[in-house]
DNA sequence: AAACACGGCGAAAACGGTTTCGTGTTGATA
DNA sequence: TATCAACACGAAACCGTTTTCGCCGTGTTT
């Protein structure tokens, strides 16, 4: 077991200083021709790296971002993690992933783990409680010790600091707008409450969809899930008693699960029944039949997220200013509606 | 914007040294009553954390632990992740993903990144172009440099290392035996080149179940992918030449890419045709028919992998003794064959 | 020959902690 | 009163770098 080398070994080693050593492996012109050759012949010969730890300490900058969601066997979560993490590893940065799981006391934690010098800065996603709870000191407080911070997805304004999300708005108006296009009637959405900022979005682009229609708003309509966790039953006395023709869902799962139902009762999709959900995963690819979804490009959208965190972070400025990045959902059309 | 207060800070304000300052947060005895509550609540007042990289500088320990996974957006690392995540938060570590994409240089250059000074250990599970190859040198050196390595799923025996995998024959093996004992006669595998350790293991486990049985082996029933990728025309010509009655797949997509394509044909499952797949991910669950699956348990070995890892990295022994973790898989039945 | 420039290198501080080993003061003891 | 332990604290080394500054010797200039 060949423990790493340091500078101070190959000082030794060549009998020379240590700041030599440091100079000639950076190519200082300040180093002789024949010093910096021989120290560099020999770092190269075991393999020589510079210790990552002792580099952030000095620099006070880790090349680490915090990366805080809820839960990440979640398909949107994943993406959006895959989109920072080839961006900021590209630009030589690391990820370190923390999970919430939903939980305001672990996301507080959590931040407070990574807060004390071991990031540069975060990129979050709010738990569900932090949302309903709507406390967000734990944000603020990071921001003004100078962290940087990117919120994606479920942000708040209550923060100042960069953000990107997708117009959920937008996204669940041109859903529901094409199903009024083809000609439904009894166009349902089925939701989760409020308190989460995107089902909150999504349910005001249905209801201007509806709204500037002339089906106009049938509040029962709305199924409102009291969380993310799937309860079967709810869906199924709702679809029961209401009897939509068109279905806008908040995520894949409701949708897929009102879909599974209606088609036990002997319902054809897309012709007596057609279903639009959220979140461009495995599940509507795989559906049967495939589900049509407003695709939020997570992907993207961490890319975007570690691109404006990484710039504020390696940006001298001390500019306060910050911007909200609003990405372009796009309906990925599917067998579960008519085309 | 107030920046984080240090020692130094609080020794300079309250008039004593350094060293006092470190001594009476931590309590020690050897600090006078009067002073340490001095300082604890000056400390407090103005939220003193020491700062973790000076401290793994001097410990030599980051707390931190690299995980180096294929993919991300992949229902069985996430639920890994979530173990490992889980585990390691719960232990005081964090977690540092990195993704090699399938990509032998990504592994490369993602070890060494880490591998200076960022973490204590690694959690990996290898890439498909590493097993390819066959090159596990950068395993090597880090285990060599007395970094401590678990490798879970796609393991390679060149490697001295902890390892846990689950019973990937045992699971194919029961699987199989399933459908004969159901009274199915042909029975096809559909999987991935041998390269994939795991792909190798289950088609091992198919062949073993089948060579106990008076059904005997048919080479022809197997379909070897040549990647993960889909390639739906391949599996219905495979499908439609075959004529299986019952078939395991070595991932959920297979299978219900395959229940897709049988349902469309007019096919009954399971009547006429049975399937299994493997992980038990959203896909199964959803499914339509529900997808009868041999369970990874991912988030079970994501904690073991973690446990083994920070036990290690916490003896100090230099006990150079490795273990093989070897999982149960469990056959979680659903709709897809019959019950 | 004195002055100076400059190339090549080392000493030391700094990053923010921990920890060992003094050291000065106090009070008790011989 | 001299000795000594106990107590309370500080100095300094150390972790592994980077970087500023100073120094020495050589060669050139006047």
Known sequence: MKSKITLKDIARELEVSISTVSKALKNSEEIGRDTKEKIQAFAKLYNYKPNNIAISLKNKRTKNIGVVIPDIVHHFFTTVIRGIEKYANARGYNVIVCLSEESFDKEVINMEMLANGSIDGFIMSLSSETQEKGDYNHLKEVTEQGIPVVLFDRITQEVECDKVVIDDELGAYQATKKFIDQGKKRIALITTDDYLSVSKARTKGYLKALKESPLGIDESMILKMPSMEMDEGAIKTFLDNKEPDAVLCVNEIFAVCGMRFVQKKGLKIPEDISFIGFT??????????????????????????????????????????YQTKILEPTLVIRDSIAH
Chains 1, 2 share one sequence.
Do not use: F
Not at 290 to 298: D, E, I, Y
Not at 300 to 319: F, W
């Open 280 to 321: 461009d995963g495995v599940l509507s690819k795989y559906a049967n039949p495939s589900l049509t979804v407003v695709a939020q490009h997570g992907e993207k959208m961490g890319e975007e997220a570690a691109k404006m965190l990484i710039d504020k972070v390696e940006s001298e400025a001390e500019e306060e200013t």
